[in-house]
Protein backbone atom coordinates (compact mmCIF):
# COMPACT_ATOMS: atom_id res chain seq x y z
CA UNK A 1 0.00 0.00 0.00
CA UNK A 2 1.09 3.49 -0.14
CA UNK A 3 3.10 5.10 2.31
CA UNK A 4 5.14 8.05 3.38
CA UNK A 5 8.33 8.25 5.48
CA UNK A 6 9.53 11.60 6.87
CA UNK A 7 12.83 11.94 8.98
CA UNK A 8 12.44 12.20 12.81
CA UNK A 9 12.27 14.82 14.62
CA UNK A 10 12.62 17.00 16.50
CA UNK A 11 15.18 19.22 14.25
CA UNK A 12 16.53 22.57 16.00
CA UNK A 13 17.69 25.04 14.45
CA UNK A 14 18.45 28.90 14.71
CA UNK A 15 16.83 31.66 13.12
CA UNK A 16 17.84 31.85 10.09
CA UNK A 17 19.37 29.02 9.43
CA UNK A 18 18.34 26.46 6.46
CA UNK A 19 15.75 23.71 7.43
CA UNK A 20 15.96 20.69 5.06
CA UNK A 21 13.24 17.74 5.95
CA UNK A 22 13.71 14.68 3.72
CA UNK A 23 10.73 13.04 2.73
CA UNK A 24 10.45 10.08 0.68
CA UNK A 25 7.24 7.59 -0.95
CA UNK A 26 5.82 4.89 -2.36
CA UNK A 27 3.20 4.62 -3.98
CA UNK A 28 1.17 3.28 -6.75
CA UNK A 29 0.95 5.32 -10.01
CA UNK A 30 1.70 8.96 -9.59
CA UNK A 31 0.08 10.93 -6.35
CA UNK A 32 -0.33 14.04 -5.92
CA UNK A 33 2.22 15.27 -2.78
CA UNK A 34 1.38 17.54 -0.22
CA UNK A 35 3.11 19.35 2.90
CA UNK A 36 1.05 20.55 6.00
CA UNK A 37 2.71 22.55 8.93
CA UNK A 38 0.57 21.72 12.25
CA UNK A 39 1.33 24.81 14.95
CA UNK A 40 0.75 23.95 18.73
CA UNK A 41 -2.67 23.14 19.61
CA UNK A 42 -3.76 23.72 16.18
CA UNK A 43 -5.08 21.67 12.96
CA UNK A 44 -3.34 21.13 9.93
CA UNK A 45 -2.67 23.75 7.23
CA UNK A 46 -1.57 23.14 3.81
CA UNK A 47 2.03 24.71 3.11
CA UNK A 48 2.35 23.13 -0.42
CA UNK A 49 1.56 20.89 -2.99
CA UNK A 50 2.49 19.16 -6.54
CA UNK A 51 0.64 17.31 -9.04
CA UNK A 52 2.90 15.76 -10.94
CA UNK A 53 6.52 14.98 -11.46
CA UNK A 54 9.05 18.07 -11.39
CA UNK A 55 6.40 20.35 -10.19
CA UNK A 56 7.47 23.00 -7.53
CA UNK A 57 5.35 23.58 -4.58
CA UNK A 58 6.22 27.08 -2.79
CA UNK A 59 4.71 29.02 -0.44
CA UNK A 60 6.04 31.36 2.44
CA UNK A 61 9.79 30.68 1.74
CA UNK A 62 9.29 26.78 1.71
CA UNK A 63 9.76 24.73 -1.25
CA UNK A 64 9.32 21.27 -2.46
CA UNK A 65 10.32 19.42 -5.72
CA UNK A 66 8.22 16.55 -6.97
CA UNK A 67 10.98 13.86 -7.74
CA UNK A 68 9.84 10.77 -9.76
CA UNK A 69 13.07 9.21 -9.71
CA UNK A 70 14.22 9.55 -6.52
CA UNK A 71 10.13 9.57 -4.88
CA UNK A 72 11.01 12.07 -2.89
CA UNK A 73 9.55 15.60 -2.11
CA UNK A 74 12.02 17.41 0.34
CA UNK A 75 10.88 20.25 1.78
CA UNK A 76 13.39 23.22 2.14
CA UNK A 77 12.84 27.21 3.51
CA UNK A 78 16.41 29.09 3.28
CA UNK A 79 15.92 31.16 6.22
CA UNK A 80 13.98 30.08 9.18
CA UNK A 81 12.24 32.13 11.79
CA UNK A 82 10.93 31.47 15.09
CA UNK A 83 7.70 31.44 13.93
CA UNK A 84 8.12 28.55 11.86
CA UNK A 85 8.13 26.39 15.16
CA UNK A 86 5.85 23.80 14.37
CA UNK A 87 5.39 20.28 13.33
CA UNK A 88 5.47 19.90 9.41
CA UNK A 89 3.80 16.49 7.59
CA UNK A 90 4.19 14.97 4.47
CA UNK A 91 1.72 13.66 2.81
CA UNK A 92 0.52 11.87 -0.59
CA UNK A 93 -2.58 11.66 -2.07
CA UNK A 94 -3.26 8.01 -4.32
CA UNK A 95 -5.27 8.30 -6.82
CA UNK A 96 -5.29 4.26 -7.04
CA UNK A 97 -6.71 4.85 -3.60
CA UNK A 98 -9.09 7.41 -4.32
CA UNK A 99 -8.72 10.98 -2.30
CA UNK A 100 -7.33 9.94 0.70
CA UNK A 101 -4.43 11.21 2.48
CA UNK A 102 -1.50 8.93 3.42
CA UNK A 103 0.56 10.97 5.92
CA UNK A 104 4.29 10.50 7.69
CA UNK A 105 4.84 10.84 11.25
CA UNK A 106 5.54 14.35 11.29
CA UNK A 107 8.59 16.21 12.21
CA UNK A 108 8.90 19.00 14.67
CA UNK A 109 10.77 21.50 14.10
CA UNK A 110 11.89 24.17 16.59
CA UNK A 111 13.46 27.37 16.01
CA UNK A 112 15.72 29.46 18.56
CA UNK A 113 16.43 32.95 18.33
CA UNK B 1 -15.52 32.10 3.67
CA UNK B 2 -15.60 29.86 6.57
CA UNK B 3 -13.59 27.13 7.01
CA UNK B 4 -13.94 23.75 8.35
CA UNK B 5 -15.50 23.80 11.65
CA UNK B 6 -15.22 20.99 14.63
CA UNK B 7 -17.17 21.02 17.62
CA UNK B 8 -16.68 20.30 20.46
CA UNK B 9 -12.77 21.68 20.68
CA UNK B 10 -12.45 19.14 23.75
CA UNK B 11 -14.16 16.57 24.46
CA UNK B 12 -13.52 13.96 27.80
CA UNK B 13 -15.93 10.80 28.29
CA UNK B 14 -15.33 8.26 30.66
CA UNK B 15 -15.17 4.88 29.58
CA UNK B 16 -18.14 3.33 28.59
CA UNK B 17 -19.77 6.56 27.26
CA UNK B 18 -20.38 7.31 24.11
CA UNK B 19 -18.46 10.58 22.19
CA UNK B 20 -19.73 12.43 19.18
CA UNK B 21 -17.61 14.11 17.31
CA UNK B 22 -19.61 17.15 14.50
CA UNK B 23 -17.63 18.66 11.56
CA UNK B 24 -19.22 21.35 9.33
CA UNK B 25 -17.00 21.46 5.92
CA UNK B 26 -16.23 24.51 4.32
CA UNK B 27 -19.32 26.32 2.09
CA UNK B 28 -19.47 24.17 -1.26
CA UNK B 29 -17.48 21.22 0.21
CA UNK B 30 -19.66 18.15 -0.54
CA UNK B 31 -16.28 15.66 0.58
CA UNK B 32 -15.61 14.87 3.89
CA UNK B 33 -12.96 12.68 5.54
CA UNK B 34 -12.28 11.83 8.86
CA UNK B 35 -8.95 11.48 10.09
CA UNK B 36 -7.44 10.59 13.97
CA UNK B 37 -4.27 11.47 15.41
CA UNK B 38 -2.94 9.60 18.21
CA UNK B 39 -0.50 11.15 20.82
CA UNK B 40 3.34 11.90 18.94
CA UNK B 41 2.13 9.97 15.72
CA UNK B 42 0.45 10.90 12.00
CA UNK B 43 -2.66 11.50 11.06
CA UNK B 44 -4.34 8.05 10.05
CA UNK B 45 -7.25 7.80 7.81
CA UNK B 46 -10.57 6.56 9.13
CA UNK B 47 -13.15 7.66 6.46
CA UNK B 48 -14.42 9.59 3.34
CA UNK B 49 -18.16 10.66 2.97
CA UNK B 50 -19.95 12.25 0.74
CA UNK B 51 -23.88 13.76 0.93
CA UNK B 52 -25.26 10.46 2.46
CA UNK B 53 -22.98 8.22 0.85
CA UNK B 54 -20.03 5.91 2.70
CA UNK B 55 -17.30 6.06 0.04
CA UNK B 56 -14.62 4.72 1.62
CA UNK B 57 -14.50 3.38 5.63
CA UNK B 58 -11.46 1.27 4.94
CA UNK B 59 -9.49 2.78 7.93
CA UNK B 60 -12.16 2.96 10.12
CA UNK B 61 -12.28 0.21 13.12
CA UNK B 62 -14.57 -2.15 12.77
CA UNK B 63 -16.42 -2.00 16.37
CA UNK B 64 -17.76 1.12 17.81
CA UNK B 65 -16.91 3.55 15.51
CA UNK B 66 -19.81 4.51 12.74
CA UNK B 67 -19.68 8.13 10.54
CA UNK B 68 -22.38 9.86 8.79
CA UNK B 69 -22.68 12.84 6.98
CA UNK B 70 -26.40 13.42 6.18
CA UNK B 71 -28.31 15.90 3.22
CA UNK B 72 -28.99 18.06 5.79
CA UNK B 73 -26.30 19.16 8.74
CA UNK B 74 -22.73 18.72 10.07
CA UNK B 75 -20.99 15.16 9.74
CA UNK B 76 -20.87 13.04 12.56
CA UNK B 77 -18.68 10.58 14.06
CA UNK B 78 -19.53 8.21 16.39
CA UNK B 79 -17.78 7.05 18.99
CA UNK B 80 -19.86 4.25 21.20
CA UNK B 81 -18.65 2.47 24.49
CA UNK B 82 -15.16 4.45 24.48
CA UNK B 83 -12.05 2.95 25.77
CA UNK B 84 -8.70 4.55 26.86
CA UNK B 85 -7.00 4.07 23.56
CA UNK B 86 -9.55 6.06 22.05
CA UNK B 87 -8.06 9.17 23.34
CA UNK B 88 -6.80 11.25 20.51
CA UNK B 89 -7.10 14.31 18.21
CA UNK B 90 -9.79 13.69 15.66
CA UNK B 91 -9.27 15.94 12.28
CA UNK B 92 -12.28 16.31 9.90
CA UNK B 93 -11.03 17.31 6.16
CA UNK B 94 -13.33 19.00 3.37
CA UNK B 95 -12.83 19.44 -0.37
CA UNK B 96 -15.46 20.28 -3.32
CA UNK B 97 -14.89 16.99 -5.06
CA UNK B 98 -12.85 13.96 -5.41
CA UNK B 99 -9.13 14.71 -6.28
CA UNK B 100 -8.69 18.24 -5.13
CA UNK B 101 -7.17 19.58 -2.09
CA UNK B 102 -8.30 18.56 1.43
CA UNK B 103 -8.77 21.47 4.08
CA UNK B 104 -8.54 20.94 7.67
CA UNK B 105 -10.58 21.71 10.92
CA UNK B 106 -9.23 22.51 14.18
CA UNK B 107 -10.11 19.33 15.43
CA UNK B 108 -11.35 17.65 18.67
CA UNK B 109 -9.12 16.31 20.68
CA UNK B 110 -10.76 13.07 23.17
CA UNK B 111 -9.72 12.33 26.26
CA UNK B 112 -11.16 8.88 28.05
CA UNK B 113 -11.03 8.98 31.58
Redesign the interface.
Known sequence: GDSVTQMEGPVTLSEEAFLTINCTYTATGYP?L?W?VQYPG?????LL?ATKADDKGSNKGFEATYRKETTSFHLEKGSVQVSDSAVY?CAL?G?AA?????????TRVLVKP | NAG?M?NPRHLVRRRGQEARLRCSPMKGHS?V?W?RQLPE?????MV?LQKENI??E??MPKERFSAEFPKEGPSILRIQQVVRGDSAAY?C?S?PA??????????TRLLVL
Open positions: SFYEGLQLKFSKGNKLTFGGG | VQHYYEGLKFYIDSGFASSQETQYFGPG
